[in-house]
């Protein structure tokens, strides 16, 4: 299991940006894939963006693709989601996710999460 603490969740307008950071408690952090997911009220945890061991391959869900950008830096133990062109249906409980299962787009995929941190796009 690997502890995983978002930040920089917040209100934002319509337009506006936020930058999420997902800081990692392992030593081995360079050996998992990373994940971010949302959960609006109602709904069920969807898949938002992923990233492999090295930062080599991305996959992002349709409905944020140039939109938002994730990142990592395996120095720093950390996995970023920028999120640019925000829209009111973007508003979620943003999560972070870790996993060494090889795919990337299910919340089965990802072992280990976070608590959370909230987006909030008004319009």
């Known amino acids: 299991q690997v502890q995983l603490v978002e930040s920089g969740g917040g209100l934002v307008q319509a337009g506006g940006s936020l930058r999420l950071s997902c800081a990692a408690s392992?030593?081995?952090?360079?050996?998992?894939?990373m994940g971010w997911f949302r959960q609006a009220p109602g709904k069920e945890r969807e898949f938002v963006a992923a990233i492999n061991w090295n930062g080599g391959s991305t996959y992002c869900a349709d409905s944020v693709k140039g939109r938002f950008t994730i990142s990592r830096d395996n120095a720093k133990n950390t996995v970023y989601l920028q999120m640019d062109s925000l829209k009111p249906e973007d508003t979620a409980v943003y999560y972070c996710a870790a996993g060494d299962s090889g795919s990337y787009y299910y919340p089965e995929d990802f072992g280990s999460w976070g608590q959370g941190t909230q987006v909030t796009v008004s319009s």
């Open positions: 392992t030593r081995t952090f360079s050996s998992y894939a």
